[in-house]
C-alpha cells in the first residue's frame, strides 16, 4: 500500500483478516489461564470452527457465529484461518454484495445481525475502520472479550446451582446475554425468581444476571 493512500480492496480483507486473527490468539491465549473445563465452556472453543462476518456498514461489525452460511457466491470473499485448534472463515459482505448493509436505519449490532440473518452470536465487535483496526486494538479486545465470556460462563455456573429447577431458563439468560437481549433478560430474571427481581426496561442483561446472583446469596 502506497503511503497516504487508502487500501485497495485486496489490502483492506488482509488488514481486517489480521485483526481477527489477532483477536483470536489473544482470546485463546489468554483462556489457556483457565482450568481445563473452564476453557472448555468459553463460546470460541466450545465453537470449534465458526464464520466470522466482517459487514461493511457505517462501521465495520466482525460478527462470529455458527450459523451455517450458503458457500460464497459472486462477488463475496471468504477467507480460511486456524489456531491452536480453532478453526473460522472469515466471510466479507458490504453493500455491494448485501444491499441491505447499505439502507440500515441505525447502524446497530441488532440491525446489522438482523440485515443478514445471523441469530447465534459468538461475539460481536463494532471496530472504526482506520485508527481501530490496529494490532494492539485487536489483542486488547481478545483478552477483553475472554475475560468478559470467562465471568459470565462462572456466573450462569452459580445460577444454574442456585436454580437446578430452572436450568432450562439460565440457559435461554445465557443467549441473552450473548445477544444482547435486554428485555428478554430482565422477563427470564422475573420468572426464574417469581417476580422477586422486576427490573426496569433497558436494564443491561448482564445486571439482570448480578441481580440473580444477589438474589441467589440471599
Keep these: 500500500m502506497n503511503e497516504g493512500s487508502s487500501p485497495s480492496p485486496e489490502e483492506m480483507r488482509g488488514i481486517v483478516q489480521d485483526y481477527v486473527r489477532t483477536v483470536h490468539v489473544a482470546y485463546l491465549g489468554h483462556a489457556r489461564h483457565l482450568a481445563p473445563g473452564d476453557q472448555g465452556r ?25 450459523d451455517r452460511l450458503p458457500p460464497p457466491r459472486g462477488q463475496e470473499v471468504e477467507l480460511e484461518d486456524e489456531y491452536d485448534g480453532t478453526t473460522w472463515a472469515l466471510r466479507f459482505y458490504d453493500p455491494t454484495v448485501a444491499p441491505q448493509l447499505g439502507v440500515l436505519a441505525e447502524d446497530t449490532p441488532e440491525a446489522v445481525r438482523q440485515a443478514l440473518g445471523i ?59 450473548r445477544l444482547g437481549l435486554h428485555r428478554a433478560a430482565a422477563l427470564l430474571a422475573r420468572e426464574i425468581t417469581s417476580g422477586r427481581i422486576d427490573l426496569p426496561a433497558g436494564t443491561p442483561a448482564d445486571a439482570s444476571v448480578a441481580a440473580l446472583l444477589l438474589d441467589a446469596k440471599r
Design 42 to 66: 468459553l463460546p470460541l472453543v466450545a465453537a470449534g470452527h465458526l464464520t466470522v462476518v466482517a459487514a461493511a456498514s457505517r462501521d465495520l461489525h466482525l460478527v462470529a457465529t455458527t
Design 119 to 177: 441469530s447465534d452470536v459468538v461475539y460481536h465487535l463494532t471496530v472504526s475502520v482506520g485508527g481501530g483496526l490496529t494490532g494492539h486494538h485487536a489483542q486488547h479486545s481478545g483478552v477483553a472479550l475472554a475475560n468478559r465470556h470467562s465471568s459470565t460462563a462462572r456466573d450462569l455456573a452459580r445460577l444454574r446451582a442456585a436454580h437446578p429447577r430452572d436450568e432450562a431458563l439460565v440457559g435461554e439468560l445465557d443467549s441473552c446475554v
